[in-house]
């Protein structure tokens, strides 16, 4: 790469540090981690009362949507940003954003004013998530990435069980407004943590840098029209309408044209270097890393949902519940990159655990009525273990191929490329349930055949166990038994995906993974 183009680092390398000195760093950074991670189940407990106080129920989804939008948006913009002037700095504005977002949230009046503050929010977490990832790559030699990468697992599996409780306990206890402020006291401590024990390498460069603005645009342009496209197709608006296609059309043409955009600028100035895609370890983790989220999206979205409609369980219970796919995550997570740090291998802990998410997706396809619920579990922690042996390995693999200049912008891209996966997984298996349970509900309701597109939605929306106990008990049985049906159904659907991921993991190549922090050799 052309020096005279990117921003040197100072000449000196980083010192090697302690395992102390690193933990104490990962522990903050984890902090930060978990206002991102724990921002999307706390919040969704509360929103029914928050629909309540500020008289918004019709624009309840925009609390979600946007922060969705934004933190999606922005999390490759941080990657580019940090690449050029330095990540601890950056990181920092990030936490702050995220904490004045988080309090102007609490103090809402409105509706508007609560959607607007989340779209805030929303754009300091899209720091928060790839920042952290980008700072471990920076202070720690990719033969031991492995091994601190696997902690944060233990944010999403405490984010998980824990939001659902601290949301219902706020929500009834306090008040909901205690959902976002209680990110200030845990964001603190990750910045002064961050002041005292952070340092990294400065730029030193005294050449003007410049921004890629109009990529940036065409970033968001392309974006925003496939997130609305997925978050409203099948629910404002079907998948077959106007508004849908036109948006998806919108978002194709945007991509076009952000690609050709990308491919004249300069390497150094361009916000997603089109040059990236030439390193096949690069290309085959995003492809991963899509559809790593939309696997993990239908498993942690449509297992509470059965939980909750079939079992009739609150969502706090259907929440604690899924304590056996976080615990099968995080042992999967630290186990692997343990071993990854000793035998420094990384390519087979991907090629086993699609296989093995696609074994626990198989057992959730044979689910029942009166599955025990031991025997979900032990679903559940089969489905937790694979997706943790491949979750984080693709950050790994992609920051072992790239330069340390490139560091923040091709974690942050293969960040952005799961948090689509997500969205797409959301919207592609909500479709699949839908269109199966309005085809069950056919079968089995044959009295209710002329309604029962509007029926499966209303049993989608969040039929109550009380809503049941007031129908006929053939009529709830048979609702509840289409139910089972789509959802066996979904998961048949998803096992594909993994198959894919499969397939997509047997061309990842293996690059012995340094010792150092040095700058890697040239592929290939």
Avoid at 65 to 91: C, E, V, W
Avoid at 311 to 326: E, F, H, I, N, W
Avoid at 411 to 428: E, H, M, N, Q, W
Avoid at 468 to 489: E, G, N, T, W
Wanted: with cysteine.
């Amino acid at each position: 790469m052309d020096q005279a183009q990117t921003a040197e680092l100072d000449q000196s390398v980083t010192k090697e540090r302690s395992h102390e000195e690193i933990m104490f760093i990962i522990v903050a950074l984890m902090l930060a981690m978990l206002l991102a991670a724990l921002d999307q189940t706390i919040v969704s407990t509360a929103l029914p009362r928050i629909a309540t106080d500020l008289h918004g129920l019709s624009k309840l989804s925009w609390v979600a949507t946007a922060y969705l939008m934004t933190t999606a948006i922005s999390t490759p913009l941080y990657g580019k940003i940090g690449d050029q002037f330095g990540r601890k700095k950056i990181f920092q504005f990030a936490i702050v954003l995220f904490l004045i977002g988080s309090a102007l949230c609490g103090l809402a009046t409105s509706m508007n004013e609560l959607v607007m503050f989340r779209a805030l929010q929303g754009l300091g977490a899209g720091g928060l998530m790839s920042l952290s990832q980008a700072i471990v790559g920076e202070i720690v030699p990719p033969r031991q990435r492995g091994k601190y990468l696997g902690y944060f697992a233990g944010v999403f599996a405490l984010s998980s069980v824990a939001g659902p409780l601290l949301g219902g306990f706020f929500t009834d206890s306090l008040s909901w407004r205690w959902v976002f402020y209680i990110n200030i006291p845990i964001g603190v401590a990750a910045l002064y943590a961050l002041a005292t024990r952070l340092h990294l390498p400065k730029r030193t460069s005294k050449k003007k840098i410049k921004i890629d603005f109009t990529g940036a645009v065409l970033l968001t342009a392309s974006t925003i029209p496939l997130l609305l496209a997925t978050i409203w197709g099948g629910v404002s608006y079907p998948w077959g309408s106007s508004t849908i296609i036109g948006l998806l059309i919108g978002s194709a043409v945007m991509t076009i044209l952000l690609i050709l955009w990308e491919q004249r600028q300069p390497i150094s100035r361009a916000m997603l270097p089109t040059h990236l895609f030439n390193n096949d370890i690069f290309t085959v983790s995003t492809i991963l890393s899509l559809l790593a989220g939309v696997a993990l999206f239908a498993s942690i979205l449509f297992i509470p949902e059965y939980q909750q409609i079939v079992r009739g369980y609150s969502a706090v219970k259907s929440g604690l519940l899924m304590l056996p796919l976080m615990v099968g995550m995080l042992i999967s997570m630290i186990g692997s990159g343990q071993l990854i740090a000793k035998i420094g291998r990384y390519r087979i802990f991907p090629i086993i655990g699609t296989l093995v998410t696609a074994l626990g997706v198989w057992l959730y396809s044979h689910v029942t009525l009166t599955t025990p619920q031991v025997e979900l579990s032990v679903w559940m922690l089969i489905i937790g273990l694979g997706i943790g042996m491949f979750m984080q390995i693709m950050t790994l693999a992609v920051q072992n191929s790239v330069s340390r200049d490139e560091l923040g912008v091709a974690t942050g891209t293969v960040t952005f490329f799961r948090s689509i996966g997500s969205s797409l997984g959301g919207a592609v298996f909500g479709a699949i349930l839908t269109n199966r349970l309005s085809s069950h509900l056919h079968q089995l309701l044959p009295a209710y055949s002329g309604k029962s597109s509007q029926l499966s939605k209303s049993v989608l929306s969040g039929i109550s166990p009380a809503g049941l106990k007031k129908l006929p008990p053939s009529v709830s049985h048979d609702i509840l038994q289409a139910f089972v049906l789509s959802f066996r159904d979904l998961f048949l659907y998803a096992i594909p995906v993994l198959l894919l991921a499969f397939i997509a993991a047997l061309f990842l190549r293996e690059v012995p993974l340094r010792t150092t922090n040095a700058e890697p050799e040239p592929l290939a």
